[in-house]
């Protein structure tokens, strides 16, 4: 069948995103949002918008009632569910397809066996992929995850089985720490999942976190779109990701792409998904989890590909045959995404809530941006303080991190504090630019008067203080006195490039 009406189960950049495809194909788009949102631009653009209910997320994005009667009042043909709020909600696609719309994404069973970290875990064994050394079902003491641990060696890390968001997560380094990190980590994973059950698996030193973008159609056709990498992270997350990644030679590209694809055979999947590996530096890989959406960084898989993802989600939800082969899936130049959020670089990242007074965008040649937010908006606690996304692509990594800091260097948002700065600064960092960096970078390098070197430190605050005096980003700031540049040990030099 083919789609004339879409709704748009989403808000911020990627509901723009989703519109903007529709848009493109001559597809009806239907907006949903909540009071928070009256005036966003996916509510803006869209053909038709829904409110759904007030600021709080369970009352809005993450209502089924209040979106399932959106569809029916709007009559759309499907329903795009975006990442986040219940894209990986087994129920909500579930509930979708029985009130006859079609869900753009995975089957209901997909979804639900790849949430369950532990069912994952155990499909992906019996399909050949390797897994983080650990346990493959739920732990039932803190005496049998000792064992355990003392077969693999510490360090471990305990994980919630319902977790995600980089939640749920404990280290432990040794037998002492771990019966109060089992109980901690349970009561958090209750408390955060509503599921206290926890497994266990080896923690792995420096690796990187590399992932493969998979497409699937009902036909049984599975490709792959090669690598992203997103070792960039802060609390578990990342924020600067990149396509193809700078480690990978072309031998474990195609053994990652090859267990890729076993793994969303193992489930079944049809339409777009991700498997995020850890890879050592021996080059071993490890599955860790498989995302069942769109992810934020699929841009830069985008650009180095030439296929539209979201298109291809709409087509293959629409019951067509991929047009492509693996054999025809190029990788052409270097991209890489930087998210920007309205967080506090030099307060551990936590969001910086505000009005937007400005914005002011920096394109040019080979600068794509993702955004949902514009001037007036209100970054709230309600939701991911994401503004948004710069995208960046050259013909190579060098071109490409050179247009990325000319991007990043222009860009102007004033009303709240953003993590620009350590975007700048992780670019301009001699072993970013060699491509030598792992899942610890930010920690071992950033993190101002905690582990970083001085040297480092003052790194980052100089870039932090040197995009403040370009862009007056603070000087009203709802936060006084956390970013006005006189912070002790701020030189006013430029960074070297
Ligand atoms: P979530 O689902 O909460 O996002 P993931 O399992 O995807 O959690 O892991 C998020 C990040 O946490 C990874 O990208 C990596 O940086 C770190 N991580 C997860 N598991 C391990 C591990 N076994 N060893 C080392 N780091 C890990």
Redesign the pocket.
């Known amino acids: 069948m083919t789609f004339s009406s879409v709704l748009i189960a989403n808000r911020g950049e990627i509901a723009v995103r989703i519109i903007r495809c529709c848009k493109e194909l001559g597809i009806e788009t239907v907006a949903v949002y909540s009071d928070a949102d009256r005036l966003s631009p996916h509510v803006l653009l869209a053909d038709k918008a829904y409110r759904i209910g007030p600021p709080p997320a369970t009352d809005s994005y993450l209502n089924i009632e209040a979106i399932i009667e959106a569809a029916k009042r709007a009559r759309v043909n499907a329903v795009h569910p975006g990442y986040g709020f219940l894209a990986e909600n087994s129920m909500f696609a579930e509930r979708v397809s029985a009130e006859g719309f079609i869900f753009i994404g995975p089957r209901a069973e997909s979804i639900a066996m790849m949430g369950d970290?532990i069912t994952a875990r155990t499909l992906m064994e019996k399909a050949g992929v390797p897994i983080?050394p650990g346990t493959i079902t739920p732990l039932q003491s803190v005496e049998e995850a000792l064992t355990v641990a003392g077969d693999i060696g510490f360090p471990v890390?305990l994980?919630a089985t319902g977790?995600?968001?980089?939640?749920?997560?404990r280290i432990v380094e040794n037998a002492d720490q771990l019966p109060s990190a089992y109980k901690s980590a349970r009561s958090e994973a209750k408390n955060a999942f509503g599921n206290d059950s926890v497994y266990v698996?080896?923690?792995?030193m420096d690796?990187r976190?590399i992932e493969i973008q998979v497409l699937a159609d009902s036909h049984g056709a599975v490709v792959h779109l090669n690598e992203r990498e997103?070792?960039i992270?802060r609390r578990?997350?990342?924020i600067i990701e990149e396509a193809p990644s700078a480690f990978l030679t072309d031998d474990l590209r195609q053994q990652m792409g090859d267990a890729a694809i076993r793994a969303a055979r193992s489930c079944g999947y049809v339409n777009a998904g991700t498997i995020?590996f850890?890879v050592d530096a021996s080059g071993a890989f490890y599955f860790?989890?498989m995302n069942t959406r769109v992810q934020v960084e699929h841009p830069v898989t985008e650009l180095i590909t030439g296929i539209d993802i979201v298109k291809e989600q709409i087509a293959i939800a629409e019951g067509n045959p991929l047009s492509f082969s693996q054999e025809a899936i190029r990788i052409r130049g270097h991209a890489i995404e930087c998210r920007i959020y309205a967080e506090d670089p030099l307060n551990n990242f936590l969001p910086s809530i505000g009005t937007i007074r400005n914005i002011q965008s920096s394109l040019g040649p080979g600068i794509r941006e993702d955004r949902g937010v514009q001037a007036g908006n209100r970054i709230t606690v309600y939701y991911d303080p994401l503004i948004t996304k710069i995208i960046a692509y050259g013909r190579t990594r060098q071109e490409t991190i050179s247009k990325m800091d000319r991007a990043l260097s222009e860009y102007n948002i004033q009303g709240v504090i953003t993590n620009i700065p350590a975007c700048l600064a992780v670019l301009r960092h001699p072993l970013f630019k060699k491509g030598m960096y792992n899942?610890h970078f930010m920690q071992d390098y950033f993190s101002i008067g905690i582990t970083a070197t001085p040297d480092e430190n003052e790194m980052l605050a100089t870039a932090v203080a040197a995009s403040f005096s370009v862009h007056d980003h603070i000087r009203k700031n709802e936060t006084p006195g956390t970013q006005t540049g006189s912070r002790s040990g701020w030189k006013s030099k430029n960074i070297p490039k």
């Open positions: 970290k983080v890390l994980k977790g995600g968001g980089g939640k749920g997560m698996e080896k923690y792995l690796p976190h997103c070792s992270q578990h997350q990342k995020e850890l860790l989890e899942t």
